[in-house]
């Protein structure tokens, strides 16, 4: 396997992971219960934008420490 395949498959790992995370937070904390269709639209654009918000910079983040070295 390529160098540059195992970064972008720990990235992608890594990614997944945090932004389940932060969407289980986002759901749990700032939109618990959406009392209708809007509100529950409004709770998954929300966690879906932080979600992969920080996902994007972990991946990111990742990338430029391994090519630091």
């Not at 529950?40 to 910079?57: D, E, Q, Y």
């Amino acid at each position: 396997m390529s160098l540059a395949l195992k970064e972008s498959v720990v990235a992608g790992l890594v990614g997944g992971v945090i932004s389940a995370v932060v969407a289980f937070l986002v759901a749990y904390y700032l939109a618990p219960f959406p009392l209708n269709p809007l509100d529950n639209s409004i709770g998954n654009g929300m966690s879906g934008f932080f979600s992969g918000l920080a996902s994007g910079f972990i991946g990111v983040f990742l990338v430029i420490k391994k090519l630091a070295f």
